[in-house]
C-alpha cells in the first residue's frame, strides 16, 4: 500500500460528459501528479502540484483541469468525454516535487466511455 | 524531443532464470532515472539511480547507471512467479518536474 488514495476505482459514463476524478497523497507528501495510462501510450504525465500551486505541465488537455485543495488532496476534472478518453488514471505524490525523490502511486481510477 | 526507450518489450522466462532489463533514455538536464514494477494496479517504486557505476541492490533485484551512454539496466536473479509485472523505467530532468516513462517491459516467469 503506498499510502496515496484515489476514488472511485472505477468510473463509466458516456460521451460528452464530465467526470471528477480524486486523489489523496500520502501523509507529509505536498506534491501531487496525475498520470493517464492508455494501452497505446504508456504511462502520460499530465500535470503536477504542490502545495496547491500548479508546477508542471504536461500532455493535458484543455477539456482537462486539475486543483490540489489547501488539505492537499488534489481532483482532476475532465470535460467533454470522448472515447479516446478511456484511460487509466493514476495519481502520485511527493514530499517535495524535487525530481530526486521518487514518486508514490495510487491504484487508479479506471474510466469507461461508453 | 525527450524520451525513454525499453527492451525487450516481452520476455519470457522460467522460475530460476536470471533476466535483465534495458532502459536508455535521452532527457534535458538528466536528474534521475527509476524503475517501477506494475502488476494489476498502481506502479511499485523499486530503485532511484543518479549516479554513474553505483549498483543499487534489494534482495534478488539490482539495477546501475551509466550516464555517459544513457541507459540502466535492472537485474533479477533467480527469478519466480511472483516477479511476473511489467517493469517501467522513467527519468527525471532538472528544469522540468515530469516523468517520462518508458513503455515498460513485460516479463513473465513461468513455473
Known amino acids: 500500500d503506498s499510502g496515496v488514495t484515489q476514488t472511485p476505482k472505477h468510473l463509466i459514463t458516456a460521451t460528452g460528459q464530465r467526470v471528477t476524478l480524486r486523489c489523496s497523497p500520502r501523509s507529509g507528501d505536498l506534491s501531487v501528479y496525475w498520470y493517464q495510462q492508455s494501452l497505446d501510450q504508456g504511462l502520460q504525465f499530465l500535470i503536477q502540484y504542490y502545495n496547491g500551486e500548479e508546477r508542471a505541465k504536461g500532455n493535458i488537455l484543455e477539456r482537462f483541469s486539475a486543483q490540489q485543495f489547501p488539505d492537499l488532496h488534489s481532483e482532476l476534472n475532465l470535460s467533454s468525454l470522448e472515447l479516446g478518453d478511456s484511460a487509466l488514471y493514476f495519481c502520485a505524490s511527493s514530499p517535495t516535487g524535487n525530481s530526486n525523490q521518487p514518486q508514490h502511486f495510487g491504484d487508479g481510477t479506471r474510466l469507461s466511455i461508453l | 524531443e525527450d524520451k525513454v526507450v525499453q527492451s525487450p518489450l516481452s520476455l519470457v522466462v522460467h522460475e530460476g532464470d536470471t533476466v535483465t532489463l534495458n532502459c536508455s533514455y535521452e532527457v534535458t538536464n538528466f536528474r534521475s532515472l527509476l524503475w517501477y514494477k506494475q502488476e494489476k494496479k498502481a506502479p511499485t517504486f523499486l530503485f532511484m539511480l543518479?549516479?554513474?557505476?553505483i549498483e543499487k541492490k534489494s534482495g534478488r533485484l539490482s539495477s546501475i547507471l551509466d550516464k555517459k551512454e544513457l541507459f540502466s539496466i535492472l537485474n533479477i536473479t533467480a527469478t519466480q512467479t511472483g516477479d511476473s509485472a511489467v517493469y517501467l523505467c522513467a527519468a527525471n530532468g532538472v528544469n522540468n518536474n515530469d516523468m517520462r516513462f518508458g513503455a515498460g517491459t513485460r516479463l513473465t516467469v513461468k513455473p
Open positions: 543518479t549516479s554513474s557505476g
